[in-house]
């Protein structure tokens, strides 16, 4: 006698069944980013593609997913050239990256601060600074001092000027008044385009300048 086998016992466990979705992964990550990388939601990006949000996750698994891998096609956008000939020239290159990166996509240095995993997203930019840091003369250990600290000051920059930009154009900008016998703190337009960041980078850099070279003592 003949058997059929029904349809449930033929279907593979454990897979997407039906229908493939009219959109791939990187369809979801271009739309979220288009929504903004710090704001979007499963339910606004399922709306701009025109699909239910359980239709997503045939392309992700969770807005953690998804947000991993918006930070991933980001670190792509990073347009940074290492320089192991000069250090310093190579922490100003680390610096013009990371901010045009920033003013690009709103929101991003918030999330830089407040996610403790976004970094490994960007981990093969940073190992190139660090290594040509190490190559210019720093040792291994300043090479990432000095990597974290140039980054985390231009990311905490940019929040500063984001939020004064918004203030500024809101109302009238900061008055200043409580600074009055500071000069240095009156409120001067050219804070809405990087504040004091290439000042603070330059200071960084001279502390970083008498252990270029030098021997580290061996623990």
């Known amino acids: ?12 466990q454990g897979r997407p069944t039906g229908p493939k979705p009219g959109f791939s992964r990187q369809d979801v990550v271009d739309a979220a980013l288009e929504i903004g990388i710090a704001d979007f939601t ?8 025109g699909v239910a949000v359980s239709g ?7 807005r953690e997913d998804l947000l ?7 670190a792509t956008r990073l347009r940074f050239s290492p320089d ?3 250090w310093r020239r190579n922490a100003h290159h680390q610096v013009e990256s990371l901010w045009a990166l920033l003013e690009g996509c709103p929101g991003l240095d918030r999330l830089l601060i407040t996610m403790p995993w976004a970094a490994e997203c960007f981990a093969s930019t940073i190992e190139a600074a660090h290594r040509a840091f190490v190559e210019g003369g720093l040792s291994q250990e300043d090479a990432a ?3 974290d600290i140039i980054a985390d000051t231009t990311v905490a920059t940019h929040v500063q000027v984001a939020a004064l930009r918004a203030d500024w154009l809101g109302r009238e900008g900061p008055s200043g008044d409580g600074f009055r016998s500071l000069p240095p703190y009156h409120p001067d337009p050219s804070w ?8 603070k980078i330059g200071l960084i850099l001279d502390g970083f300048q008498p252990r270029v070279g030098a021997a580290r003592p061996s623990s």
Do not use: K
Not at 42 to 49: D, F, G, M, S
């Open 68 to 74: 991993r891998a918006c930070l991933t096609e980001l």
């Open 192 to 199: 809405l385009e990087r504040g004091w960041l290439d000042r």
């Open 56 to 62: 997503l996750y045939r392309a992700i698994t969770s």
């Open 145 to 147: 001092l000095a990597v």
């Open 84 to 86: 192991p000939v000069d």
């Open 42 to 49: 499963l339910t606004a990006v399922a709306e701009r593609l």
């Open 1 to 12: 006698m003949t058997t059929t086998r029904s349809p449930r016992s033929t279907r593979r």
